[in-house]
């Protein structure tokens, strides 16, 4: 097979057209700024989408996380004296498996990140584990939690812990824009949700975020926020610290424009998800599961290699290596191999509590806690799914744009890892 002489990328925008008038029409009615139609019409959109009463455009969905979490902590813990997080010292329970940025900002506010284990059949977080995390911290009242790849498990039975331990929810629904769940879209779940334009996500306004919410006084207090914490005076009046999150009315632009084509991403999506599972249905491997009563938006398909056919793989903080033998293989060798091939997959999200930062962390499974976790996914019994989907699994390319042809490809480079 020769290689993709263009580069078969992971995710990348997908624009229509729209997206540029709208730019436009930001530049010509001189609207430059962070206010504007674009962005009246994005948060209009977006929480009507969600299903959500109140969305506000910000710059990320980390800075709509970051304004989540605050808000979350001053009504649990009252607000902070001015040098002080909303969380300080405060335990909070967060999704292992996913992208630092769902639970960094619990850092920003002094909180602790507890990492809650994997649930194998959803790869997203363990309800059981969750259980056992609030039988050994009764006193925690915030949980963070992230759908995977766009594909949710029943954060329904998620909401319905917390709220029997009186917990917030938070739900970093980044990933999942479009996906529901018993019928119910994703970001319509927590207390306090957060989605993302990021340039590889489902639509894109090249950056941006929105903070979701049915609560108004939190809505008005996350916009107060993102523009420097203003007081209503003639002046520069602050009683507390602010940020400078707004959304840019120029791309809120591109997200309006972007909005349109929601469904149609999601349909091309599933397409590619559909076709890799079909090419690889003989292979010793499993796709991203989907849980019943779900529907995911398919946005990046995943792959994880079963037990048997794993080759020997060692992995430290920067390098990876394997040893090859017949018939089996591992993420290591598929993704050099799709390198070399000019395509790009990715490792699935190293899990939290392996990481660097947070390895003195705890980590909780759903058999207790765990502490010492180097090395520990079968430690004493004590199995970390985290770990071992981490291990076994990768991403495939999954851009919108790659041909029938290109993807049967990707699939025949797969394949012949195997040999
Ligand atoms: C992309 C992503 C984010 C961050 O989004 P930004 O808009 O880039 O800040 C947060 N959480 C998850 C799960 C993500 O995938």
């Not at 299903?51 to 979490?69: D, I, N, P, Q």
């Not at 995390?133 to 009242?141: G, S």
């Not at 999200?349 to 660097?356: L, V, Y």
Request: proline share 4%.
């Amino acid at each position: 097979m020769e290689r993709f002489s263009k580069k078969i990328w992971l995710a990348t925008p997908t624009m229509h057209g729209e997206e540029l008038e709208y730019m436009k029409e930001a530049y010509e009615t001189n609207w430059m700024s962070t206010v504007g139609a674009n962005i009246n019409e994005v948060e209009r959109i977006a929480a009507q989408k969600a299903e959500k009463k109140y969305a506000v455009g910000l710059s990320s969905c980390t800075a709509a996380l970051h304004l989540t979490v605050k808000a979350a902590g001053e009504r649990l813990y009252g607000r902070p004296a001015i040098s002080h997080g909303a969380l300080e010292n405060r335990r909070v329970f967060c999704s292992d498996m996913t992208f630092a940025a769902t639970l960094n900002p619990v850092v920003y506010e002094g909180g602790i990140p507890v990492f809650i284990d994997t649930e194998e059949d959803s790869w997203n977080m363990d309800p059981v584990a969750l259980e056992k995390a609030f039988e050994l911290y009764p006193d925690v009242k915030l949980v963070v939690y992230a759908e995977l790849y766009g594909f949710p498990g029943r954060i329904d039975k998620i909401k319905e812990i917390c709220e029997k331990h009186g917990a917030l929810l938070i739900e970093d629904a980044a990933e999942a824009m479009g996906a529901t769940v018993v019928g119910r879209q994703c970001g319509s779940f927590g207390d306090y949700s957060a989605i993302s334009y990021n340039g590889n996500k489902i639509i894109t306004g090249s950056a941006g975020g929105c903070l979701l919410t049915d609560d108004k006084e939190v809505a008005n207090k996350a916009s107060k926020w993102s523009t420097q914490a203003r007081e209503n005076a003639p002046w520069y009046q602050h009683e507390e610290v602010g940020y400078n999150y707004r959304m840019s009315n120029v791309v809120a632009g591109v997200i309006r424009g972007q909005y349109k084509y929601l469904e149609e991403h999601i349909e091309r999506k599933k397409m590619l998800y559909e076709r890799y599972r079909e090419g690889f249905k003989d292979l010793p491997v499993k796709m991203n599961p989907i849980v019943d009563e779900t529907e995911p938006n398919y946005w990046l398909s995943a792959m994880i290699i079963d037990k048997d056919y794993m080759c020997r793989q060692v992995r430290d903080d920067s390098n990876a290596l394997y040893v090859k033998e017949k018939g089996k293989t591992c993420p290591t060798e598929i993704l050099e191999k799709l390198a070399s091939y000019n395509a790009e997959g990715r490792p699935l999200w190293k899990p939290m509590h392996m990481q660097p930062m947070y390895r003195m962390h705890e980590f909780v499974t759903k058999s207790g806690s765990l502490r010492a976790k180097t090395n520990a996914y079968i430690k004493g019994g004590i199995f970390d799914v985290s770990m071992d989907i981490f291990e076994r699994g990768l991403c495939l390319p999954s851009d919108i744009k790659m041909t029938a042809d290109e993807q049967n490809a990707i699939i025949e480079i797969v394949r012949s890892c195997f040999d």
